[in-house]
Structures are given as C-alpha cells and as structure tokens.
C-alpha cells in the first residue's frame, strides 16, 4: 500500500524557518517524481515544488522560489521542504504528493501536515 | 502560467440528479503530439486530502466509480456525476499539467 506521511509541521513566527518530511513507504520511491502542495485555510490548492527522481532538477512556483528548497534522500525514502522566510500567506496544510509515472497528476497524497505563520 | 477556471463555485444537487462542473483553462492544454489533453480532476472531501478521480481529461482512475465522468478537450472540459450519491459530498478541482502545475479554485457539490 502506497503510503505518503508528512511531519514537520507547526507554528513559526514570520522570517523563520522550517524542515518538512516526508516518508514514503509501499513503492519505490527513486522511480518518481514527488511534489509538494500546499492549501491555505479554507482556500483551493496550489503546487509548491517537485523534484525529480534522482534530485537533479527541481522546480517552484514563483512565490516561494528563493525561499523554499526541495530535496530528497532516496536511501530513506524521505522527501524534505526546507522553509525559510517564512510569511503569513505561506500558512497551509502542506501535502507531499507523488506525480504519475504518466505524467504531472498526482495520484497519490499523504494526510498533510499544518504549517501556521504568525506573531 | 495557465490560469484554471472553474464553474459554478458551487452547486446543490438533489440524491440520483445529474451534476456538472465546468473548467476553462487560459490556454489550450491539448498536446498535439501525444493527442493527448493534460487536466486531471480530484475529489477533496473535508478533512482528507484531495483523492484522483480523472486524468487526461477523461480516464477514470481505478475504483473511481463510473457515475463520475470527465470529457472536453483544448480550453473547456467537463466533470459529471451522473447520479448524485450522498458520499460525492465534496469540493472538486480540476488541474492542468501541461506547463506546470495548477488548479481551479474548486467547486463545493451539496445535496439539495
């Protein structure tokens, strides 16, 4: 059974910082593509990042490149959001995702993990 | 970026009636090549994450029951629930992956 479980989450005031993880277990995690995306309170849901297979490309949306850095450790199956300069719009649940082996939908979530920017 | 749109932001249906829910992209998400439209629809439930009900427009995802349907191709595409049951309680977002990644704002289904 695929299994995504997200951690990390939490509350940080503006400026700071956060790591988020991820652990994949029930598939082979260097096969795919793995994404983050994220969903603001009560509002729709926006991609963050992904990052290929083997780590070598990495893509963002616009407001949050510069600020947040994608990764991934395939010998721990993990997938890591490092956040830093955190903002009060950047407040979400946060999901890791994996892409289709198809194509960029996503066919399976994990349960998300509560990021909260404030004072 | 391609900008998604959905319509109506919401809707109430009664038990067994038909529902429809529109999505425009900005640009044409049809590669020519492939044939093939990039937009996928998800079911969002609250308190759950988003599950895939339909990719490349129209393919049912496995277990996805077949009252859902999805059809359209270029700019305009459609996801229906041919028969509303009570647990199609949702929001439902459609999203493109021609260039990038992006969602419409979603669309909550209620049963009248």
């Known amino acids: 059974e695929v299994q995504l479980v997200e951690s990390g989450g939490g509350l940080v005031q503006p400026g700071g910082s956060l790591r988020l993880s991820c652990a994949a277990s029930?598939?082979?995690?260097?096969?795919?593509?793995i994404s983050w995306v994220r969903q603001a309170p009560g509002k729709g849901l926006e991609w963050v990042a992904n990052i290929k297979q083997d780590g070598s490309e990495t893509y963002y949306v616009d407001s949050v490149k510069g600020r947040f850095t994608i990764s991934r450790d395939n010998a721990k199956n993990s997938l890591y959001l490092q956040m830093n300069s955190l903002r009060a719009e950047d407040t979400a649940v946060y999901y890791c995702a994996r892409d289709s082996a198809e194509a960029g939908f996503f066919d399976y979530w994990g349960q998300g993990t509560l990021v909260t920017v404030s004072s | 970026d391609i900008v998604m749109s959905q319509s109506p932001d919401s809707l109430a249906v009664s038990l067994g009636e038909r529902a429809t829910i529109n999505c425009k992209s900005s640009q044409s998400v049809l590669h020519s090549s492939k044939n093939k439209n990039f937009l996928a629809w998800y079911q969002q439930k609250p308190g759950q994450p988003p599950k895939l009900l339909i990719y490349?427009?129209?393919t049912r995802e496995s277990g996805v029951p077949d009252r859902f349907s999805g059809s359209g191709s270029g700019t305009n595409f459609t996801l229906t629930i041919s028969s509303l049951q009570a647990e199609d309680v949702a929001v439902y977002y459609c999203?493109?992956?021609?260039?990038?990644?992006?969602f419409g704002q979603g669309t909550k289904v209620e049963i009248k």
């Open positions: 999203q493109q992956y021609y260039s990038s990644k992006t």
């Open positions: 490349w427009a129209s």
């Open positions: 029930g598939f082979t995690f260097s096969s795919y593509w």
